[in-house]
């Protein structure tokens, strides 16, 4: 390709030559101008806004392509802000950085690391790619990768005798061999009664492995603003990826209640087991898993469903 851009940039400069004419701008259209600016050369890019700015372009059919040269070009950032500057009489907009590609074909080669279950990881998702996630086809969550490491979403649900909305927060480091992250998160829950109360929490989080295979282990903590009530949520998982399509993972939960009143405080009252299999493809994936109570009175609820209760998950990316 480059070796292809480089003979083009020659050969619009020697025919003039040849024909014993003065060498003046290229005799090329301006999508094939359009076609060099985003080649790979950089001598080909540097012709490209070069020639631009000699013969400009009244009807902005480069305007993006400058645009995004002067947000995104590595070598050419600061001539092609100039170039733009020159041809349209005004700085060039700020465009977001591209999405990490590579990043987001391994995630979804993987099927969705971000999450164990239910529980996050302290993977995040790729800068610039975003995913949407529906939980027993009630609680819906949107998240985008803002940067390298740290992922910004928003979580809501169908409102049923309530209006649920709030921001999330992910924030992950990688090492060699894990990441270590933190996830924030903040609901506003409004009844249809009137009544309206926040929801805000989050913790640490530690995830040793990679995407293929990896153990998850950390402490959601959250508390009812007005009522100072609090749940903390110790748990720790895994995650296999068992073939090209399908993985398997399980979370144990031991939450905890942090109460005014002491006798409703205490932690071992209940644990939770989620675990089940997440199927997946190009861009989509979904969870197929069961809940497991553990309690003082959790036989009852065997009597009617005797694996558990079913937890599904739809999911997609892009």
Known sequence: MRRRCALLCCIALAVPALAGEPAGPPRLETPELVALCRSPDVVARRYCLATLVVRGDPAGDA????????????????????????LYGTPPPDLPPPPDRAAWDRTKAAGDPMRVILAPTAFTRPQGTSSFNAFELGTLTFDHGISPNVALGLQTAIPLGAFVFGPTLRVGVPFE?????????????????????GLVGGGPILTLGNYDRYFNIGALAYFVTDEGTGIVMPHAGFSLRLSRAVRFGAEAYVPGVISRNSSDSGFGKLALILWGFRLFGESVWGDIALAEPICGGCGEVYRTLPMGFPFLNLGVGW
Do not use: I, K
Not at 63 to 86: G, K, N, W
Not at 187 to 197: I, K, V
């Open 63 to 86: 305007r993006l392509t400058l645009a995004e040269m002067a947000s995104r070009d590595p070598e050419l950032r600061e001539e092609a802000r100039d170039a733009y500057l020159r």
């Open 177 to 197: 061999g894990g990441a270590v992250g933190v996830h924030v998160q903040a609901l506003l829950l409004s009844s249809f009664s009137g009544h309206s109360y």
